[in-house]
């Protein structure tokens, strides 16, 4: 699955919130509705300091460092399981990933 996730995004990947959803924190914990489909999804602290972080759009790099200075976690794991969260949340339609254009 790894590599599914790593095709679909990158480093350099941006991540923008969609519109269709509205959020709330839920003492360190987020819970996110999808307006279109009325779907509710739930995220941990780690989760939630994520999604936080992507209310302005940010790349997969910068999202991990911020994880990563914030959190005791290997950089390899972080940016998996960061990876991983990122293609779930965009499933559900709860964010766009741009890729950067090469240059």
């Known amino acids: 699955m790894t590599e ?4 679909i995004l ?3 990947s941006t991540i923008i919130v969609t519109k ?9 914990e987020a819970a996110i509705l999808n307006l279109k489909t009325s779907t509710y999804f739930g995220l941990n602290t780690v989760g939630a300091s994520i999604w936080k972080l ?3 759009p940010k790349t997969v790099s910068q999202i991990r460092d911020v994880i990563i200075r914030e959190y005791d976690v290997e950089p ?3 940016e998996h399981d960061i990876l991983e969260l990122l293609q ?3 499933k559900h339609g709860l964010i ?8």
């Open 54 to 56: 992507v209310q302005e």
């Open 76 to 78: 390899d794991r972080c």
């Open 4 to 7: 599914e996730i790593v095709a």
């Open 96 to 103: 766009e990933i741009v890729e950067e254009k090469n240059k």
């Open 88 to 90: 779930d949340l965009s």
């Open 20 to 28: 269709d959803q509205v959020s709330a924190d839920l003492s360190g």
């Open 10 to 12: 990158s480093e350099r």
